[in-house]
């Protein structure tokens, strides 16, 4: 069922648990997070990165999401994650995207609200949500070293105000987390801040770079104010895994390893996020 993330999120910030929003890049990683959903009968944010545009492309992303979500009953937002060209946005709207992101997080804080102000009422008129950052989520394989992180803090007063100018419907938060693998072990996440953001904002916060953060971080943060969770790297790293432990001997059947291991890796997730 295709629907948009404005419900989805805001039972999941009243009932204090965080929503999957794993990405898709092929059919069968976007089954096997729809089968999940439907076995365990709980909602998925199905989520297509602009990056990965250059894997599968956004007629195709849109395609396949549309039809896995017309195959199951539960709730599916078809999600464009990080998308940093407005141009490309307004596209994806086009092809059928319910949910959009528009990432300006490393622009000045103006410019993030003039950008995210644009999309916000192109997609409104359209029955279409919106995400956005403020502060920004670095990568992981530079947590190891502060000095040379590329992450930025959010602060309680620029998200507040930044909601204020947009009317944003969901937004994501940097507290510790980055994208990729992290060389130096579990992120030591910054609760504080996200108990002053979540006091401050009326909407459903996001959480980026949740591989690799580990089961009692993220559970806290589901509980704590974070209603949407992004997982990424896990799914790959598991399916690697899955594959190594089936030996599959030919394509098929490493298909099917691949799907198995990206299966249990959300299965698990929800159990962590609590998700109802």
């Known amino acids: 069922m295709l629907v948009n993330s404005k419900e989805v999120l805001l039972e999941a910030k009243k009932g204090g648990y965080a929503v999957p929003a794993p990405d898709f890049i092929d059919l069968d990683s976007a089954r096997a997070y729809c089968k999940t959903a439907e076995k365990l009968k709980k909602p998925v944010i199905l989520s297509f990165a602009q990056a990965h545009s250059e894997v599968i492309s956004l007629h195709e992303a849109a395609l396949i999401g549309k039809f896995m979500a017309e195959e199951v009953s539960v709730p599916v937002v078809l999600h464009l994650d990080h998308g940093t060209d407005i141009a490309f946005i307004k596209e994806a709207i086009e092809l059928g995207f319910t949910s959009v992101m528009i990432d300006a997080s490393m622009m000045d804080f103006d410019t993030n609200v003039k950008m995210t102000k644009e999309v916000v009422?192109?997609?409104?008129?359209?029955?279409?949500t919106v995400e956005a950052e403020i502060g920004h989520v670095g990568s992981g394989e530079n947590y190891e070293n502060h000095d040379n992180s590329d992450s930025i803090y959010t602060t309680k007063e620029e998200a507040k105000r930044f909601v204020e100018l947009t009317d944003v419907d969901s937004?994501?938060?940097?507290?510790?987390?980055?994208?990729?693998?992290?060389?130096?072990?579990?992120?030591?996440l910054s609760f504080d801040t996200l108990h002053e953001i979540r006091d401050e904002v009326s909407v459903p916060l996001v959480l980026h770079g949740g591989s690799g953060t580990g089961d009692d971080n993220l559970k806290r943060c589901a509980k704590e104010g974070i209603?949407?969770?992004?997982?990424?790297?896990d799914f790959l790293v598991s399916a690697m895994n899955q594959i190594d432990i089936d030996k599959p001997k030919d394509y098929l059947a490493l298909k099917v390893s691949s799907n198995k291991g990206m299966m249990n890796t959300l299965e698990h997730y929800y159990g962590v996020f609590e998700t109802k």
């Open 121 to 128: 009422e192109y997609a409104h008129a359209r029955n279409v």
């Open 227 to 233: 209603s949407k969770i992004n997982v990424f790297t």
């Open 171 to 188: 937004l994501a938060v940097s507290i510790g987390t980055a994208h990729g693998i992290y060389k130096g072990g579990k992120p030591a």
